[in-house]
T-cell receptor, first 111, second 115 residues
Framework: GESVGLHLPTLSVQEGDNSIINCAYSNSASDYFIWYKQESGKGPQFIIDIRSNMDKRQGQRVTVLLNKTVKHLSLQIAATQPGDSAVYFCAEREYGNKLVFGAGTILRVKS | DAMVIQNPRYQVTQFGKPVTLSCSQTLNHNVMYWYQQKSSQAPKLLFHYYDKDFNNEADTPDNFQSRRPNTSFCFLDIRSPGLGDAAMYLC??????????????FGPGTRLTVL
């Protein structure tokens, strides 16, 4: 599951709306999934995680949904704020603690 | 605050001139990772240390090497940087490998420019 490509998909939402960012993962043996937020010029920041034996997990303003049947992960952000603007990466954990990152999605929040 | 620190934040080197990037952590974590992130791409794992045990990814070029002299510090050495090595280099740490609650904490990254 390597990520390739020069153009990240972009999601533009109005401030206050809900955002849904999707991710497809590749390894059915992955047991743990994480969403990271990366702001320009910074390292990835942990948002929320989910184990493979769960299908939903909620945090503060964020919800992660896992569909193992179709190897799909989504991140829902409620009441999106300008500070949520960033690139969002999903990551799956393979053997040991190796993370394989998805391609990333740019979230732009319009005020 | 416990954290992952990378120095320098920006590094410029010349084609073929060896360069070393450094990472330190105050988390006392056992595992330290180096990722390469090219523009508009996802981070890609180069290698990691589990304590003193070095683990190289199969597709990491020989041009990239790493040293971990103690728990707190880890270095990324690029022996002969090419133009294609220009990227953001991210250091991360985790308490352990496998199991749960082993979140990886990332540093701010070092942006490498190769002239």
């Amino acid at each position: 599951g390597e990520s390739v490509g020069l153009h990240l998909p972009t999601l533009s939402v109005q401030e206050g709306d809900n955002s849904i960012i999707n991710c497809a993962y590749s390894n059915s043996a992955s047991d743990y999934f994480i969403w990271y937020k990366q702001e320009s010029g910074k390292g990835p920041q942990f948002i929320i995680d989910i184990r493979s034996n769960m299908d939903k997990r909620q945090g503060q303003r964020v919800t992660v949904l896992l569909n193992k049947t179709v190897k799909h992960l989504s991140l829902q952000i409620a009441a999106t704020q300008p500070g949520d603007s960033a690139v969002y990466f999903c990551a799956e954990r393979e053997y040991g603690n190796k993370l394989v990152f998805g391609a990333g999605t740019i979230l732009r929040v319009k005020s | 605050d416990a954290m992952v620190i990378q120095n320098p934040r920006y590094q410029v080197t010349q084609f073929g001139k060896p360069v070393t990037l450094s990472c330190s952590q105050t988390l006392n974590h056992n595992v330290m990772y180096w990722y390469q992130q090219k523009s508009s791409q996802a981070p890609k794992l180069l290698f990691h240390y589990y304590d003193k045990d070095f683990n190289n990814e199969a597709d990491t070029p020989d041009n990239f090497q790493s040293r971990r002299p103690n728990t707190s510090f880890c270095f990324l050495d690029i022996r002969s940087p090419g133009l294609g090595d220009a990227a953001m280099y991210l250091c991360a740490t985790s308490r352990d490998k496998g199991g749960w609650n082993n979140e990886q904490f990332f540093g701010p990254g070092t942006r490498l420019t190769v002239l």
